[in-house]
């Protein structure tokens, strides 16, 4: 189908994420939203994360190429180790490594489809902000890039060169302090704020996932990054239904079977991502938290460094038998927010998790724990749709004590559960206006078009 111009000349777009399912679904889902419109995308990533990315929908398969680029053996690197979640907390930066060795296949990749006879080269090659030499290579072929930010506007008008929130008016100490790691080089012998400050000098404007709808103070504050034109593309919010993501399989057939079987709007959802590094003795204080609250819940306890008996508290599951579980293996997160049991979402407040629980107009319980999830955090509390769970700005740590009292105000108690729950549907509405984000990718693609190298 046309985009709203009404052009049907067709772009070529090769879309390029870092090696992070929180970043490369949400590129599928960009893809396919621009295959809709008729428009070629070429999603470029490794072999196994390829494999692991859920069918292209059928209708659209002629439109989407998903092309696998060797990831380099890195010495340290475990193999296989394609993702963040396959990476042992502390490897990041051997990661990062390995994903510069992509720098000679992508330009391969892209020397033939330039040198392809009978056809034009890509019109745009999107580069999410880790991966520099991607840029580096559309320089070369005079194609022009954009720098895929999957970020709030609210996190992109506090970045600074390092990418860092840790000048920002009321960032909090520990916040500050871990974001000066993005200056450290590391082994790979590039910084972050390296890498994001050569993508951005190197890309012709910033796509930005967020709208004015949902932040109205901070996207007109973001319409330009260090110089760049920002083009919000709407906020990529998935299908209500889970869609193509609808398949149970055997653990998500447990959890929905277990939900089935609770009161309406009485469970807690707890689920802190699939890449996000909990020390035990932060998961053993979240357990005593859940406990020590009372309610109902369903813990998505994903990644345990170790046996799930050896990571969770002594007896801590036979002692909440009966109005808990614990689930280690994958599950079907848009399934679960969707299901009538579930009242509350305790999230780590990542950008996906964040728009998938608002989807369905779940007030949440927040614990972030690294990179944008605590700015994240601090915008959905100033939208009072919930609370963070209280944390010692020297360390970082949390109690049981602060996460029950979390729990308890956003679930139980009377007039706080009723306020954030007005207030979550209210974004709810937002997020569902399947009309309005599908208007900012019309948008999107005519910024897209018009645009001449």
């Given amino acids: 189908m046309d985009d709203e111009t009404g052009s049907s000349t067709q772009l070529h777009v090769v879309i390029c994420p870092w090696l992070a399912f929180g970043h490369m679904l949400p590129c599928l889902d960009l893809a396919e939203r621009l295959a809709s419109r008729g428009h070629r995308v070429s999603l470029v ?20 190429d998903l092309v696998a680029l060797p990831l380099p053996r890195v010495v340290g690197l475990p193999d296989g180790a394609e993702s963040t979640h396959d990476v042992p907390f502390g490897m990041f930066d051997l990661h990062l490594k390995a994903s510069d060795g992509l720098a000679a296949p992508f330009a391969e990749f892209l020397e033939s489809l330039c040198g392809e006879p009978g056809r034009k080269k890509p019109d745009w090659i999107i580069v999410d902000y880790f991966n520099h030499w991607a840029a580096a290579v559309a320089i070369k072929h005079e194609v022009p890039c954009a720098l895929l930010a999957l970020l709030a506007a ?24 871990k974001t000066e790691l993005v200056s450290v080089q590391g082994v790979s012998g590039t910084s972050i704020a390296e890498r994001v400050t050569s993508t ?23 319409a330009t990054f260090r110089g760049k034109p920002v083009v919000p593309f709407g906020l990529l919010p998935p299908s209500p239904d889970g869609g193509r993501r609808g398949d149970s399989g055997k653990d998500g057939g447990a959890a929905m079977r277990w939900l089935d079987a609770e009161p309406s709007k009485s469970v807690v959802y707890v689920a802190l991502g ?43 599951e036979e002692r909440t038998r009966g109005h808990g579980l614990v689930m280690t293996g994958w599950v079907p997160q848009l399934e679960i927010l969707a299901h009538d049991a579930v009242s509350v979402f305790l999230t780590h407040c990542g950008w996906n998790s964040t728009i998938e629980g608002l989807l369905f107009g779940r007030p949440l319980v927040m ?3 690294m990179g944008d999830q605590e700015p994240n955090a601090r915008l959905m509390e100033r939208r009072k749709v919930g609370v963070q769970v209280p944390r010692n700005q020297n360390d970082g740590s949390f109690d049981r004590e602060g996460v029950a009292t979390a729990i308890r105000a956003v679930a139980v108690e009377e007039e706080g559960r ?23 990718i019309d948008r999107f693609i005519q910024q897209l078009r018009c645009y001449k190298y």
């Fill in 45 to 64: 990533s490794t072999p196994r994360n390829i494999a692991r990315l859920p069918p292209v929908r059928p209708a659209l398969a002629q439109l989407v």
């Fill in 154 to 177: 609210t996190v992109v008008t506090a970045l600074d060169i390092r990418l860092s929130v840790s000048r920002s008016a009321g960032a909090p100490k520990l916040e500050t302090a």
């Fill in 200 to 222: 951005l000098e190197r890309c012709n404007l910033v796509a930005m996932r967020s709208c004015v709808e949902w932040e109205p103070e901070s996207v007109p504050l973001a």
């Fill in 274 to 316: 699939s890449e996000v590094p909990l020390r035990s003795e932060e998961v053993h204080e979240l357990a005593h938290g859940l406990e020590l609250a009372g309610t109902r819940f369903l813990w998505a306890l994903r990644k345990p460094p170790v046996d799930a008996d050896a990571v969770l508290p002594a007896g801590f």
């Fill in 367 to 369: 614990l972030p724990i």
């Fill in 418 to 440: 009723r306020v954030f729950t007005a207030n979550a549907k209210k974004l709810q509405e937002i997020v569902s206006d399947t009309e309005c984000h599908e208007r900012y």
